[in-house]
């Protein structure tokens, strides 16, 4: 038996896997090894989560009743101090670890701190006790100033790991915990710059959502401009009210008077929320909360708003005898609403560390039922208002129909009534010049552009990877890969010699893809597709190349982007002083803000239209470049290779 625990070989292999081989991290390098786990990733939205953690936890201690004040100073791009002036982090020597005091294990082992235990808080944000000790683990240095009794502690960290002592330094006659730190560029790599307009709004929003705080905001005098003042005081006692006001204030809505409410319900649990109907079609959101922290991709509270919020209209329309109220759907409703809305409930159960999606099961039914009674009592005490916004939805709600009827009938012959793909985002206007189809590389750049595109003429369509090369594939193979299947269909044309542009379903087509060489060969791959199978469309000049940046370059308050090397060090020769500069690593780690500045925005965008002046010469390239002959490729980079400059068009 014990035979099986000798080593065959002192050498490794691919098929030798012994107990040698099993990795055991300790203390808080998974957090470095595996960051993505905790914090989502390494990008720009990854980096601005450990702010967030910092100042989830002294929301923690406002929400809690122990704390009124909390301070954001933004003192660089790569350093910002968060404070509170709450009970002060405990520096008594921890019962399980007497070595240490509970501040040092709190920062630096996982799953500590007062969020396990019942009573500490009935109600917070941070849960899983990992978020300072991530915090801790992707810094380069970290400074913890804690004031007890009147007295100074501090103690520093880096990567993980206590660089001092606890110390007492001084007395003083504040309260609370001072949390400093700066990111480690060696996990953010180009990511490691804090965007200071980012966190100013993500301060300003924990304000709104907790009407007995104030959070005042510094920022260094190096930096500040129109739109990034020095110093700011964030205080609304109207809360969510206050908050809906300030988005919509130089915009009409439907009625006058805003929905809110602050309530409780269940045991210790509060939800608070605020609705109006923008005049517009297509400027509605919502915004959800839960113990302060964001839940983008909301979740079962989203669910019992919406749910309940439909029901009570229903109903109020049915009182009122407007006919079709019952017809209206969950969209028809909340789509055109602006909703905020913030829950507290003690035991919250989100989607992952970053906590951008809530799965309590036991909440939904109780929300509905909630917001259902409170709107239908609202509705009744404001039947004016309530008659001119169900009927503004029941218009609306009609042309949406006769829309789609009209669509469905002028693209019957194209579509074959088929089911257009699932991961296409269609756009609602039905003007073929006025549209246009943008194709992404994944879902993730799929996701940006989603956001980042206008919804009335821009449609997205994410298509997996790296597609087929159609050049030296059979026509069965090409029949059988569902990306061109997808896209075919999207555009609903005809492939081959059946294409035909004019039955396309929108204006231009553009291929979007990543700015970098992977993304020029994904481009070089899809234009092989349409030169070939869609040659017409070609012909006709409806094919173009959306141009993103590579590299942003900051100074200040001012951003700049360049598509390749040469712009970007021209552009920084021009900049006085040493501006920031970040590779974009794809479309998906743009922000959509960024995505749409750049590259989606019509007045801004600049596109590449693919023209064809000799259809046999591009036929002969084409067959050249990506056909099966690899020594007509080999000779063509031997003679081409010295010729191409900076850019993978160029």
């Known amino acids: 038996m014990s035979d099986l625990f000798k080593n065959s070989s002192s050498k490794p292999s691919a098929t030798h896997y012994t107990a040698d081989d099993i990795e055991v991290l300790e203390g808080l390098e998974p957090v470095r090894k595996r960051p993505g786990m905790y914090i989502g990733g390494t990008d720009d939205k990854a980096l601005h989560h450990l702010v967030s953690e910092v100042l989830d936890n002294a929301m923690d201690e406002a929400v809690a009743g122990h704390a009124s004040k909390i301070t954001v100073t933004f003192h660089s791009p790569t350093s910002i101090s968060i404070s509170d002036n709450g009970r002060g982090i405990p520096i008594d020597p921890h019962p399980k670890y007497p070595d240490k005091s509970a501040l040092e294990v709190i920062f630096t082992t996982l799953h500590s701190g007062g969020k396990f235990k019942t009573g500490v808080y009935e109600t917070a944000g941070g849960l899983h006790g990992v978020g300072l000790a991530v915090v801790n683990a992707l810094s380069t240095s970290l400074t913890v100033e804690v004031v007890r009794s009147k007295i100074l502690y501090t103690q520093t960290f880096s990567r993980g790991h206590a660089t001092s002592s606890l110390t007492q330094s001084a007395t003083s006659k504040q309260r609370g915990t001072t949390i400093t730190f700066t990111p480690d560029p060696e996990i953010f790599k180009d990511n490691h710059y804090f965007d200071p307009a980012l966190i100013l709004k993500m301060a300003k929003a924990k304000a709104f959502l907790f009407k007995g705080v104030e959070i005042l905001w510094k920022c260094s005098s190096d930096l500040i401009s129109e739109d990034l003042p020095k110093e700011a005081v964030f205080r609304y006692p109207g809360g969510l009210e206050d908050y809906l006001k300030d988005l919509l204030a130089e915009k009409s809505t439907l009625h006058p008077d805003c929905f809110s409410e602050t309530t409780t319900f269940s045991q210790k649990s509060k939800i608070e929320w605020a609705v109006l109907w923008p005049s517009r079609e297509g400027e509605g959101f919502i915004q959800s909360y839960c113990n302060t922290i964001p839940t983008p991709l909301g979740g079962t509270h989203e669910q019992g708003f919406r749910q309940g919020l439909t029901r009570a209209l229903r109903d109020s329309g049915e009182k009122l005898q407007l006919k079709r109220t019952k017809d209206l759907s969950l969209d028809d409703v909340c789509g055109d609403a602006v909703i905020l809305m913030s829950l507290f409930i003690p035991q919250p159960q989100f989607q992952g560390q970053t906590k951008e999606k809530l799965t309590n099961a036991d909440i939904a039914r109780p929300l509905e039922n909630l917001v259902k009674d409170h709107f239908e009592h609202w509705l009744s005490s404001h039947p004016e208002a309530a008659r001119a916004l169900i009927e503004a939805l029941i218009e609306r709600f009609e042309n949406r129909l006769r829309n789609k009827q009209n669509k469905e009938v002028s693209r019957a012959s194209v579509t074959q009534r088929l089911r257009l793909p699932g991961k296409l985002a269609d756009c609602s206007d039905t003007q073929l010049n006025e549209t246009e189809l943008f194709l992404v590389e994944g879902d993730s750049a799929g996701g940006s552009a989603k956001q980042a595109r206008d919804r009335k003429t821009q449609a997205v369509l994410p298509l997996r990877g790296k597609i087929l090369n159609v050049a030296n594939a059979t026509l069965d193979k090409m029949k059988a890969n569902q990306e061109l299947s997808d896209l075919a269909l999207a555009l609903g044309c005809g492939t081959g010699k059946h294409c035909h542009a004019e039955k396309r379903r929108y204006g231009k087509v553009i291929i979007m893809t990543d700015a970098d060489v992977d993304g020029a060969h994904i481009a070089s ?8 199978e869609m040659t017409d469309l070609v012909i006709k000049g409806h094919l173009y190349l959306a ?36 590779r974009f690593k794809g479309l998906g780690e743009m922000l959509p803000a960024q995505l749409k500045q750049t590259t989606m925005d019509k007045k801004n965008r600049t596109l590449l239209k693919i023209n064809i002046q000799s259809l046999e010469e591009s036929t002969q390239f084409l067959e050249k470049l990506m056909g099966k002959n690899p020594e007509a490729r080999f000779h063509f980079i031997q003679d081409n290779a010295l010729k191409i400059s900076d850019g993978p068009f160029d």
């Open 525 to 532: 791959l899809l234009m092989t597709f349409f030169l070939k």
């Open 547 to 582: 141009q993103p940046p590579l590299y942003r370059i900051t100074q200040g308050s001012t951003t700049y982007y360049a598509a390749n090397e040469n712009e970007r060090d021209l552009l920084v020769k021009k900049l006085k002083g040493k501006p920031q500069v970040g």
